[in-house]
């Protein structure tokens, strides 16, 4: 199936089921290594709100859920700057912390958030991301735990993820062609 937004053109990657099948096993993973632990799931919005919503109907262990800001645009230097918008509400010292993204790219803004939770002195942090794009990125997070899918150097759109601001009330993700 193909879409347009503001006449640019997406064909159909990933269903709604596919995706809700994997969340559901990422949740056991997650059940498993965070029993007893509660953990504090920190979202990345915008384009996390509906992975997570969906996600933790997985996770059936005591957590807590919060969620983060970050802006990202092209500073005086070649290099993204990345800005936060809206910040940690709590203290996360000691805490287990899972980092919830829609979709790591660069892997700059997830660089950016995990220098905002370090600050915050957690006993763990992991990252848990919808999709990942292994070629555009260009760090080496040993944070990075569950994966979703990963998926080529493409851009995508739906389940959260806008383009131009549209888009994230799709349900299945699509691909531009
Ligand atoms: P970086 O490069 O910092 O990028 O890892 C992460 C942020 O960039 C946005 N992004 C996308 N948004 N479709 C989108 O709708 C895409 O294919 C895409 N790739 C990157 C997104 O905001 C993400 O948090
Ligand atoms: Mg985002």
Redo the contacts with the bound molecule.
């Keep these: 199936m193909k879409i347009q937004i503001d006449h640019k053109d997406f064909e159909l990657m990933i269903e709604h089921e596919q995706v809700k099948k994997r969340l559901r096993l990422i949740g056991i993973q997650l059940n498993v290594a965070y029993e007893n632990r509660i953990p504090v799931f920190v979202g990345?919005l915008?384009?996390c709100f509906m992975f997570m919503a969906d996600l933790m109907k997985e996770v059936h262990i005591a957590s807590e859920v919060c969620f983060v800001k970050?802006a990202?645009y092209r500073g005086d230097q070649r290099e993204?700057e990345?800005k936060t918008l809206i910040g940690l509400p709590n203290s996360l010292k000691g805490r287990e912390v899972i980092i919830v993204?829609?979709?790591?790219?660069?892997?700059?803004?997830?660089?950016q958030v995990i220098e905002l939770v370090e600050r915050e002195e957690p006993v763990s942090i992991a990252v848990c991301t919808l999709?990942l794009?292994p070629e555009?990125?260009?760090y080496d997070f040993e944070e990075l735990a569950y994966v979703g899918f990963e998926i080529e150097n493409?851009?995508?759109?739906g389940y959260g993820?806008?383009?131009k601001g549209i888009?994230r009330n799709l349900k299945d993700i699509y691909r531009?062609v």
Excluded: H, P
């Design positions: 990345v915008n384009g970050m990202s993204e990345v993204e829609d979709i790591i790219d660069t892997g700059n803004t997830l660089k999709l794009k555009a990125l260009e493409q851009f995508v759109v993820l806008d383009y888009g531009a």
